[in-house]
């Protein structure tokens, strides 16, 4: 089981571009959890999802910020039009039930908009 | 308001000395307190988990306790190493419906040699 998957590592873009994050949780997990963490500041938490459905977004941005988990593939995490305030790690963790405090973390995807 | 503080924001210890990290908390309804070290750029690890009842956890040369009267939880650090230089975190879960997990900023511990 190699843990739950983020790719690209690091990820730069010019202001208005779009960026595509995406996290591939472990096998058997159908939990996914977007944090995001900006430079000497905690995690904070953006989104919940289970397998096709969107269950607690509730710290995700009103505009520009998407996130899916499609029945087959990875979760993926979209900022559009960045900006220079959306510079953070963004990390995914899974867990195998509706246990947040069980989910394991991947190694983050730093994104840096220039 | 839920909230999660540590203390201190940060701490440097000479190797092979112990330390200890403050946890306060006030969030309500509590389910479990747990202690994350996350190295740099990577992501977050759990070392342990307390629920209400446990007064006390141990992960090796961490060693958790928790006052759930009191609301304050420590992580003490033995015998430290280089290798335990890191942001140690602790993130309280909150019971109910919609369980959350309430992150503290993290204590960033240095070991020198």
């Known amino acids: 089981n190699a843990g739950v998957m983020q790719n690209p590592r690091h990820l730069v873009r010019r202001r208005g571009q779009e960026a595509r994050l995406r996290c591939s949780p472990m096998k058997g997990h159908s939990h996914v959890y977007w944090y995001r963490q900006l430079p000497e500041e905690g995690l904070k938490f953006m989104v919940y999802l289970q397998k096709e459905n969107i269950i607690d977004e509730s710290g995700m941005p009103k505009e520009r910020f998407s996130a899916e988990f499609p029945k087959e593939g990875p979760s993926i995490l979209r900022i559009q039009q960045v900006v220079r305030g959306d510079s953070a790690a963004y990390f995914c963790?899974?867990?195998?039930?509706?246990?947040?405090?069980?989910?394991?973390f991947g190694q983050g995807t730093r994104l840096t908009v220039v | 308001k839920n909230q999660v503080e540590q203390s201190p924001q940060s701490l440097i210890i000479l190797e092979g000395k112990n330390c200890t990290l403050q946890?306060?908390?006030?969030?309500?309804?509590?389910?479990?307190l747990r202690w994350y070290k996350q190295d740099t750029g990577r992501g977050p690890v759990s070392l342990t988990i307390m629920t209400f009842s446990e007064n006390t956890k141990s992960n090796g040369r961490y060693t958790a306790t928790l006052d759930a009267d009191t609301k304050q939880s420590s992580l003490h650090i033995t015998a430290s190493q280089l290798s335990d230089s890191a942001s140690y975190i602790c993130?309280?879960?909150?019971?109910?419906?919609?369980?959350?997990?309430?992150w503290g900023l993290g204590t960033s511990l240095a070991v020198n040699p």
């Open positions: 993130v309280v879960t909150s019971l109910g419906g919609n369980r959350k997990l309430i």
């Open positions: 963790a899974s867990s195998p039930f509706a246990e947040v405090g069980e989910a394991f």
């Open positions: 946890c306060n908390y006030t969030v309500s309804p509590f389910s479990n």
